[in-house]
């Protein structure tokens, strides 16, 4: 391995940077305007356990409606929520308001330029900060995340499982960051890693690093990084109850805290095995949907009760026509599709 590749790598990405709407292009100065690093920190956590092509409708969406941080920390809860909803990981969008409001009640609407004082907002972690500070504010930084790790460890043939491989990883990657160029570099890091330097089947003889990559002389670049083995996910069964009445479905909103903290969803129980629908009645079992969170698979049974009229239950009763565009997460959307879907059991209600 030689010390020389950040400067190679430096002169592909110029010729094969990805333009996109939160990034500034490699060389030039940052825009001056003050709202850019508001901008920056908007993709970044959007970016979190998303792709670019997910993200980027949203981000036109969220900049369009909220085009500065203090216009999104003014924001109603329940908008933003309902915009956010399809990007998954709810928990990201309550720390998106509680860090828009800290940023203008401690520092007058305008981020913080330094990694520790960006630390210390909610939700922002080491990565976000080292981000925010290069790429919103041109300081020098060391930005890691799975891409570069995935081009640093191969590099590097670091043998060591992930997640400990990551101090091994960080001390052979900050002493060769350029000074003044520490943006362009980890945005290189990610353009290879998103082109070339793949999770699977990496395209080593396209790769402006092959002659510095020790694992590529190996003869095993597919190999690194190195994972510990996964866990298996347990699944857990629920259910989700459709009450409908009057041309009309009952929601509610989830509790603040909690998976789907603060989302319109249908009632549900806690999704920890059986539980009684929330009134009597003549329930019909619709099918069920299933989705994938971080440490647990659900299986989610769909029951649905028609009436004549709407009983007093808490909760909001939303028009049929209005379920699609009401912002439900993707779960409880899959869950609400079988519902609308059931022409066959309102034909023998009505009969």
Known sequence: MTDSWPHELLHWYRAHARDLPWRNPPGRQLPGDPDWPYR????????????????????????????????L??????????????????????????????VVERHGGRFPASEAELRDLPGIGDYTAAAVATFGFGRDAVVIDGNVERVVSRICAI?????????AIRAALTPLVPQGQAGDFAQAMM??????????TPRCLACPLISACA???AGTPGAFPVKAAKKARPTRQGTAWWIEADGAVLTV????????????????CDWRGGSAPPLAGDWQTLGV????FTHFDLELHVQALILPAKPAMMGEWLALGAVESAGMPTLFAKAARLGLAADDFRENKAA
């Open 40 to 71: 920056v920190w908007l993709s970044e956590v959007m970016l979190q356990q998303t792709t670019v092509e997910a993200a980027t409708p949203y981000f036109h969406a969220f900049t369009s409606r909220w085009p500065t941080v203090s216009a």
């Open 159 to 167: 043998a060591t499982p992930l997640p400990a491989a990551r101090v």
């Open 191 to 200: 353009d290879l890693a998103r082109r070339v330097c793949t999770a699977r």
């Open 215 to 217: 694992a590529q002389k």
């Open 73 to 102: 920390a003014a924001a109603d809860d329940a908008d933003v929520m309902q915009a956010w909803a399809g990007l998954g990981y709810y928990a990201r969008a309550r720390n998106l308001l509680a860090c828009a409001r800290a």
């Open 289 to 292: 949907v299933r989705h994938g």
């Open 253 to 268: 909103l989830r509790p603040a805290k909690g998976l789907l903290g603060g989302m319109r969803a249908l009632p549900s």
